[in-house]
């Protein structure tokens, strides 16, 4: 099982519609969970870092976590074609041996003007 | 300091030969990973760094690869006899222990 999981997609959405990523993840010893925004060919941006369960809001992103479900996602409201990019879901492990950054596969998100 | 700085930012080189990567952390960070990332791929972890003892390696990572991370400030990642498989993008983030990682820039590598 990895550690982090993704749906690769690619995901369309509409602009202006709301687009929703999901991760999940392994180890429930994880603490700290991550969004990035990665365009092509250019390194990982963060976006959104999230510490314990519920939403954060930050402008037209909420991060949700779900450490019961181990369960982590991201809402994009108001989708602009400028939010098309691979979006990354990473997780902070901790444990004996195992402190960590990993990273999901990435989810494709394209908005279609 | 405006973040964390990789060099070179592009390397080619033929296969077999020895490359060093270089990284430049945000100063005050004291956690340092180096990953590598292919088409399609999320980064895929090979090390990290607590200031300057390396605290974990990756089973995926060769004896040909070997980093360091001398007084704890810059990163080194040298990859030794080089395969056309290490072709890739070897990308440095910094944090402090257990909050955001940022990345650099990367560095991509071509083996011919």
């Known amino acids: 099982q990895k550690e982090v999981e993704q749906n690769s997609g690619p995901l369309s959405v509409p602009e202006g519609a709301i687009a929703s990523l999901n991760c999940t993840y392994s180890d429930r010893v994880s603490q700290s969970f991550f969004w990035y925004r990665q365009y092509s060919g250019k390194s990982p941006e963060l976006i959104m870092s999230?510490?314990?369960?519920g939403d954060k809001e930050d402008g037209r992103f909420t991060a949700q976590l779900n450490k019961a479900s181990q369960y982590v996602s991201l809402l994009i409201r108001d989708s602009q074609p400028s939010d098309s990019a691979t979006y990354l879901c990473a997780v902070n492990r901790v444990g004996a041996g195992a402190n960590n950054l990993f990273f999901g596969t990435g989810t494709r998100l394209t908005v279609i003007p | 300091d405006t973040g964390v700085s990789q060099n070179p930012r592009h390397k080619i080189t033929k296969r077999g030969q020895n490359v060093t990567f270089r990284c430049d952390p945000i100063s005050e960070h004291n956690r340092l990973y180096w990953y590598r990332q292919t088409l399609g791929q999320g980064p895929e972890f090979l090390t990290y760094f607590q200031n300057e003892a390396q605290l974990e390696k990756s089973r995926l990572l060769s004896d040909r690869f070997s980093a360091e991370r001398p007084k704890g400030s810059f990163s080194t990642l040298e990859i030794q006899r080089t395969e056309q498989g290490d072709s890739a993008m070897y990308l440095c983030?910094?944090?402090?222990?257990?909050?955001?990682?940022?990345f650099g820039q990367g560095t991509r590598l071509t083996v011919v």
């Open positions: 983030a910094s944090s402090l222990t257990y909050t955001e990682a940022f």
């Open positions: 999230i510490y314990s369960n």
